[in-house]
T-cell receptor, first 114, second 115 residues
């Protein structure tokens, strides 16, 4: 079955710790990859995306992600988290052309303690 | 740019009544809009895809007669939950897609509580 897997359901870190959230997908062919963030009580916002080119992409708020095609992975990283990074993080894969759709992972809740 | 609004942000209704949720793209024309449902601590589940002027395409398992979707213009789509029951209580999120088909812009969501 087609899927997007986020291995960590809940991650708890202290401020200044490094973060890596895993994301794997099971689609072949061309994919467009996204990480979205949902802060408490707010709507989904785009953190970063990968369409093509440099597999290491940088997003907002110091986040970055690396696309490893051979591993079907698109892990999210941040060297030093802040309390304000507490949120739900969703990996998503866009598959298809103009009639395609997003496939979301189940999400990872990140809690950062000050 | 690329702002999507939803109205209302929350609604409480009695079982058996119908509720309409609006999704608007404020500064772009949305050829396609999507409706999602999100349960607590869970991911977004796509309910249906609607293209302006066409009938919505529903995902497997979503009752089209219960969740009526209308996309009458390039800036407005509505989701009507008909004869709502407590199990329909959830967070409903819409998103809109404009010129670049890879990007979706999400609304803030509507919290529906059916008593």
């Amino acid at each position: 079955a087609q899927s997007v897997s986020q291995h960590n359901h809940h991650v708890i870190l202290s401020e200044a710790a490094s973060l890596e959230l895993g994301c794997n997908y099971s689609y072949g062919g061309t994919v467009n990859l996204f990480w979205y963030v949902q802060y408490p009580g707010q709507h989904l916002q785009l953190l970063l995306k990968y369409f093509s080119g440099d597999p290491l992409v940088k997003g907002i708020k110091g986040f970055e992600a690396e696309f490893i095609k051979s591993k079907f992975s698109f892990n999210l990283r941040k060297p030093s988290v802040q309390w304000s990074d507490t949120a739900e993080y969703f990996c998503a894969v866009y598959r298809g052309s103009t009639l395609g759709r997003l496939y979301f992972g189940r999400g990872t809740q990140l809690t950062v303690w000050p | 740019g690329a702002v999507v609004s939803q109205h209302p942000s929350w609604v409480i209704c009695k079982s058996g009544t119908s509720v309409k949720i609006e999704c608007r793209s404020l500064d772009f024309q949305a050829t396609t809009m999507f409706w999602y449902r999100q349960f607590p601590k869970q991911s977004l589940m796509l309910m249906a895809t609607s293209n302006e002027g066409s009938k919505a395409t529903y995902e497997q398992g979503v009752e089209k007669d219960k969740f009526l979707i209308n996309h009458a213009s390039l800036t407005l789509s509505t989701l009507t939950v008909t004869s709502a029951h407590p199990e329909d209580s959830s967070f409903y999120i819409c998103s809109a897609r404009g010129g670049d088909y890879r990007y979706q812009y999400f609304g803030p969501g509507t919290r529906l509580t059916v008593l």
